[in-house]
C-alpha cells in the first residue's frame, strides 16, 4: 500500500482497544496491535489479563467489567479480542458494554482484513465462505437466546401464539445460510478442479511448481519478485488469468491475498513459481479451509520455500515457523525448503541462532535452512540451487541420427528441461538430458522412430 493511502486511511480511522488474555504468561498485545491498524484501527490503549478462559466474559468478570469502563473513558468505537470469542462471550460482552460498541475477535478482524483487500473472484469466495462459516454457530446461538426469550413470556402469558412464527423465520436463517454455505463450497470446489487441471498441464509442459509460503510479512513478494524479474525468460503468456506481472510486496499484514504465478529459470530449470497468502497464528481450521484453493498451491508444488522473517525475536521466529508448518500440515507433497530471510538486518554471528531455530520447529538440520536477503541479494544463488536439487528430475542419454527431427527434437527439449553435453559424430548426434520424469519420457517416446 503507498503511503498516501494509508495517510488517507488514517484520517478516517476508527479508535480501538485491544484486550489480551493469556493462561501461561503476560500477553503480548504486538500482533493484535499490528492486526488491528492492517484494518484501520487506530489502538489507543491495551487491557490485559494472565488468566484462563471465563466461559462467559472471556477475561475475568472484573476484568471485563474494567475493559468496559476503559470503552466509556476513551470513547473508543471497537474493541478487539485477541482471541477467539464464543458466540455466548460475545452475547455476554455485549450486553455488558456502551450501546453501539462493536465487539470483534481475531478471527473477525482477520476475516474483515481479507474481506477489505480480496482481489480475484476466487479470494472474494474463499472471504465470503470463511464468513458465513463464522456467522452460523453466531446465528444459531442468537437463535436459541431468542427462543428461549419468547418461552419465558409465553410462560408468563405475554405473546402467546407468535413463538411458532419466529422459529419459523430463525430456522430459515439457518438454513439459509447453510445453503449458502454449500453453494460457495460448491463453486470453489470447480475453481480448484479448473485450478488442478491447469496444473496437471503445466507440468506436462515441463514447469515444475515452486511456492513460496510462510507467515504475513515475512518477505515472501520481495523474494518472488526478484526470482521471477531477474530470471523471467521475457515470454510471460498471459493466457492464465492468475499470472499477473506485480505482486504486492509491502511492510504490513496481509499485502498478499491472491495467489500470483510467474516463470522462473532456477539453475537452469524451468519453473512456474507462485506468491501465496501470508499466514497467521491462532487461525480455526474452518478458516484455513476456507483458503484451501488459495493452498492448494502450495500443497501441490514440487517444493515449497518456507521463509521466516530473521529480523523477529528467536520466539516469534520459532511460534511463526510452527503456525506454518501446521497451516501447511500434512499438504504439501513437494519438498519443504526452510528460508531464513532478511539475514541483511541482523548481524552475521546471530544468523546461526536463528538457523537453528527455524530448524528446530521443522525437525530438520540448521544446515538445511538457507539464509537470504533478497534486498542484498545474499544467499540468492545457493537458494537456487537447492531448489533445483529438490524437484523431481530424471536423465537420460540420447544417440539419435543427426537429422531435421532431431534438430527439432533437440530445440523441444531445451525448451522442456536442461540439455548438456550435446556432441555430433558422423551422422549421429549424442546428447544428455535432465527434466521431469514424465517429459524425459516423452523425450524417449519422440527419439524412438
Ligand atoms: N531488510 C530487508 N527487508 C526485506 C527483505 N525482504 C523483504 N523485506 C521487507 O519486508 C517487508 C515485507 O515484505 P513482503 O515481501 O511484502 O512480505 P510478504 O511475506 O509477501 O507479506 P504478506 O503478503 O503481507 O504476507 C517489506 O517491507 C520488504 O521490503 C530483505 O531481504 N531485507
Ligand atoms: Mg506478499
Redesign the pocket.
Known sequence: MQDSDRRRRRSQERTALVAARDAATEPDTEEAIALADTAGYEVVGAVTQRRVEDPDYWFGRGKAEELMRRVTNTGVDTVVFDGPLSPKQAYTLGELCPDGTQLLDRHRLVLDIFAERAGTREAGLQVRLAELRYELPRVKMAVRLERQAANERTASGAHAGQGGGRDEKEHRRVRDLRERIERIGAKLDSLGDVAADRRARRHAAGFDLVA?A????????????RLATDLDLGENDRRHPDEHST???????????DTTTRRAELDGRRVLLT?T???VADLPPWLVESFETTLSAAYAADAVLL?A?A?DPVDRIREKVTTSREILADGVRGELLPVL?????VPDEAAADLRAAVAGALSAEPEDVAA?????GDGLETLERRVAAALPRETATFDVPNDGETQSLLSWAHDHGVVHDVTYTGDRVRFGFEARPAVVERARSRATR
Not at 341 to 345: I, L
Not at 372 to 376: A, D, W
Open positions: 513460496v510462510g507467515y504475513t510479512n515475512a518477505g515472501k513478494s520481495t523474494l518472488f519478485q505482486a504486492a510486496a509491502d511492510d504490513g499484514l496481509f499485502e498478499t491475498l506468491d497468502v501470508g499466514f521463509l522473517d529480523s530471510t532478511k539475514v541483511d538486518r537470504i536477503s533478497t534486498h542484498e
